[in-house]
């Protein structure tokens, strides 16, 4: 059970409820926190958590954070190369690692490299970089506890089982706000954040829109749960009351239930191996009838083929595709492209990407920096 914790990106969506867990369990000290430029939320945070160290991604927000917490005796550290300083802290057991996007990658290597467990909401670490930041977690003897609904839904379905083979991984997926919409040509950026269960950050939102969120957790999977991908199934369920099932060899079936929200998962992350209860929100079983599950329609959503596509062919395809999607994703959002061309602006990148199969966490940051300077130039395309 985490003691001390640090929380990268905590005025996020999975950041304050981490807060709201910690609240609620109370004997948890939050030691270490980071924002992107939220300051007036973060001072809120700073002045009740009391963290002894901080970081601010946007360096002109830290200035100014700086002078309204001068009362403080808190270490303030600004900019993005920084976050580290977080993610490491030396009086901290456990990471929450809860930014989007994979900034969040060398962070968590560096905690890992610290000795610290990892509870890792940030699915671009694995997506970017599984294979070595998993070979990190042996060697360094470290625990990776999944922060996801759905990871976390497998991680349960696990505990007692893991002498047992397993014959299939099903990856549930709400479908999002599109699942019954035939025409997705005219989306708006205000149509795909309206997302039917879940609230989430603007990045993750559209990601579910365009399926491209399950593609990820099921690269994420692979590496968390050591499975082959052609064994991860995924499996449309829009009530989101079934977080994900694990199928064994002998065709039994077990699967997490609960409601959409992200407490349970991420006080489970904290408190493993022991469940708490805390007083969330419980499933009522009987008001969970008329389950529904499906296959997803990848003609209609092609980023999840493409994710399928870039854990196939491997090495660092992954990270191509993860950083087009970044960068699609944001030029969706600021109005510069159309939904559609999304997955265009991902397909398009990683045709031109040649794939490093033995590759070290070098090759996966400049990776990640020519796939966004290729989708960069691919959006300029689509606005001329």
């Not at 397909?347 to 031109?352: C, L, Q, R, S, V």
């Amino acid at each position: 059970m985490a003691e001390n914790i640090s929380i990268l990106g905590s005025t996020g969506s999975i950041g304050t409820q981490t807060l709201d867990v910690v609240r609620k369990l109370g004997n948890i000290k939050v030691r270490a926190m980071s924002t992107n430029k939220n300051i007036d939320l973060f001072e809120k945070q700073v002045r009740e958590f009391l963290p002894e160290v901080v970081c601010i991604a946007d360096e002109e927000k830290a200035k100014e954070f700086k002078e309204n917490t001068k009362d403080l005796s808190i270490k303030v550290f600004a900019g993005k190369e920084e976050l580290s300083r977080v993610s490491a802290y030396e009086k901290s057991d456990t990471l929450v690692n809860s930014v989007v996007g994979n900034i969040g990658l060398v962070p968590t290597v560096e905690a890992i490299k610290c000795g610290k467990d990892i509870a890792l909401a940030n699915k671009e670490t694995l997506v970017s970089c599984g294979k070595l930041v998993m070979e990190l977690v042996k060697e360094k003897n470290v625990n990776m506890y999944p922060v996801d609904s759905e990871h976390s839904a497998i991680f349960q379905c696990l505990q007692g089982n893991k002498e047992n083979k397993i014959r299939h991984i099903l990856l549930t997926a709400s479908g999002g706000p599109f699942r019954n919409r035939e025409d997705l040509e005219n989306v708006t950026v205000e149509d795909a954040l309206k997302h039917p269960n879940w609230s989430m950050g603007k990045k993750i939102t559209i990601d579910s829109a365009t399926l491209m969120n399950k593609g990820l957790e099921v690269i994420e999977a692979k590496w968390l749960f050591d499975v082959k991908y052609e064994d991860i199934i995924v499996v449309v369920h829009p009530q989101s009351i079934v977080h994900s099932m694990v199928e064994y060899e002998d065709g039994a079936v077990m699967a997490q239930l609960g409601t959409p929200d992200m407490k349970l998962p991420i006080q489970y992350a904290l408190t493993y191996p022991k469940r708490v209860n805390t007083g969330f929100e419980k499933l009522d079983i009987f008001k969970a009838s008329g389950l529904v599950f499906e296959r997803p329609n990848t003609e209609k959503f092609k980023c999840l083929s493409l994710a399928y596509r870039a854990i196939e062919e491997g090495g660092t395809m992954p990270a191509c595709m993860n950083a087009a999607n970044e960068s699609a994703v944001s030029a969706f959002l600021d109005g510069k492209i159309k939904f559609l061309q999304i997955p265009e602006i991902i397909e398009n990148t990683m045709k031109a990407h040649k794939a490093i199969e033995n590759y070290t966490l070098e090759d996966v940051l400049k990776t990640d920096e020519k796939a966004r300077e290729y989708a960069f130039e691919e959006v300029r395309k689509c606005r001329s």
